[in-house]
């Protein structure tokens, strides 16, 4: 770093002697931000190069909170809030995370996409996977496909196929030596050039899911060139239908280094980087590359089409009976309105015994390891559904006539999996607290019975 940065080298060496940086990120799919501010039990001071994120106190302990389990905010480093600001996702499109887990970037994606669209979250290792389904889950996000496939196999399932695709791409991991003794402790020269070597593979995958006219955003937490410059440089030598793309992030953060690297493509000076003694962040690099192609404005106009018909359509398709069935049970049994109804349209499918609802322009599932084919909406027990827990996610204040407000205490109460006393109700209840719903529970006798996830129960 000190052959590379010269002068720089100290102001960035004595970054180390700092503290690292907190971040979390609002869920743009549930409440307002005068909502978000209002309830948020400490002090939040916004990020300057994204919209939705905020700087905590580590003292805070943000992820010790009731509303963290209720999907109003996600934990994630400032700067990594960045890489989603440069793919500019818009509701409608189709979307590509091939490196997603455990899914910040993701559920940044969902949020900007407003419900509308199809966002296919994809992570290689499988139980990693999982964690990034629980995470899609919490944030209440119901467009979205989790699977666990390689590159490859996403590359010819989805030709030319995504408005947008992201790669973050496993990196070396240097600028995440503050925050992380792992990172420091994994590293090696060997580790740069096998990561260099991979993201090239990656990347070449990523390439090809991408439409004509599309956007192709890659990004690392790593300072070495040769996963950065050099990986984006060498793409484009054999990519001549990409090109470098300017970002709104320009002002705010630094450039990428031609010098660095052997023969730089043109525009690498538009790419980015992030460093942690120039701004309030740890390390990182993105490159946002635009795929010839004329279709630039038809694109915006088909997003718009599609968002408009999500909205008149708001049709359950799929299995006839099965759709009237559910469609009662939502409607009948917990009282969902019209609102989330038009806000989730989508094609009912049964794994199993649970009942997904899945994004129309997903097609076939065929030949995928899905993990979570859409949002889950209920299982099927004899003669009658039981709620899922990710359809309480997806509910927000005014969505269900059968909302009971907790306080704090009922609300830590019921994620550790205590029964709440209540009033006269009966049936399903979707458990909220501060406008934020928590998970489901069914009432009878003046008590709500707990059922949120075994799994997820936890003490505040
Ligand atoms: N985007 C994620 C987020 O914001 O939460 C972080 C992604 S992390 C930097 C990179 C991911 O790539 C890891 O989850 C890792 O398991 C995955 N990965 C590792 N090897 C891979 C490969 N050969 N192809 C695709 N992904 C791989």
Redesign the pocket.
């Known amino acids: 770093m000190q052959g590379l940065l010269g002068w720089e080298y100290e102001a960035f060496e004595a970054s180390y002697g700092q503290g690292r940086q907190y971040g979390l990120r609002r869920n743009l799919l549930k409440g307002t931000e005068e909502e978000f501010i209002r309830v948020m039990p400490f002090p939040l001071e916004k990020i300057s190069w994204a919209r939705e994120g905020y700087y905590y106190d580590a003292a805070a302990l943000p992820g010790r909170h009731v509303l963290h389990e209720a999907g109003a905010y996600y934990i994630q480093e400032p700067s990594?809030m960045a890489a989603v600001e440069a793919l500019a996702p818009k509701p409608g499109e189709r979307i590509l995370?091939?490196?997603?887990?455990?899914?910040?970037?993701s559920t940044q994606i969902a949020g900007r996409m407003q419900g509308q669209g199809l966002l296919v979250s994809n992570?290689?290792?499988g139980e990693?996977a999982r964690i990034l389904s629980q995470n899609v889950e919490r944030m209440g996000v119901a467009d979205c496909v989790v699977c666990s496939e390689?590159?490859e196999r996403i590359a010819s399932l989805f030709p030319a196929f995504f408005d947008r695709v992201l790669v973050?791409?496993?990196?070396s991991g240097e600028g995440m030596f503050r925050k992380e003794e792992a990172a420091r402790e994994e590293w090696s020269p060997e580790t740069v050039q096998m990561c260099a070597e991979?993201q090239a593979l990656?990347l070449e995958e990523a390439a090809k899911t991408v439409k004509p006219g599309g956007v192709l955003v890659y990004s690392t937490?790593t300072f070495s060139p040769e996963e950065n410059e050099e990986t984006i440089s060498a793409f484009l030598r054999v990519h001549e239908e990409y090109s470098i793309e300017e970002t709104a992030l320009e002002h705010i953060l630094s450039p990428g280094r031609a010098e660095w690297t052997g023969h730089p493509a043109a525009g690498i000076g538009h790419t980015l980087r992030l460093w942690p003694h120039l701004i309030r962040g740890e390390g990182h690099y993105i490159a946002r590359l635009r795929k010839r192609g004329n279709v630039t404005g038809e694109l915006r106009e088909s997003v718009v089409q599609k968002a408009d018909a999500g909205k008149a359509g708001r049709r359950l398709t799929g299995d006839k009976k099965l759709c009237k069935l559910i469609e009662a049970f939502l409607r009948e049994e917990l009282e969902i309105g019209e609102a989330w109804m038009a806000r989730h349209p989508g094609r009912l499918i049964r794994f199993g015994d649970q009942i997904y609802l899945m994004p129309e322009e997903m097609g076939s599932l065929t030949g995928i390891k899905v993990l979570r084919p859409g949002l889950q909406l209920a299982t099927e027990k004899k003669n009658r559904f039981e709620p899922a827990h990710a359809l309480a996610l997806s509910l927000l204040t005014g969505d269900s006539g059968r909302m009971y407000r907790l306080t704090e205490q009922e609300a830590a109460a019921y994620l550790r999996g205590e029964s709440v006393a209540c009033g006269e109700q009966r049936g399903w209840m979707a458990l909220s607290y501060e406008g934020y719903t928590l998970g489901f529970g069914k009432a009878s006798g003046g008590q709500i019975k707990n059922h949120y996830p075994k799994g997820l129960r936890k003490s505040f």
């Open positions: 990594a995370d091939l490196c997603a887990a455990p899914g910040g970037k992570e290689v290792i990693r390689k590159p973050d791409a496993p990196c991979r990656i937490c």
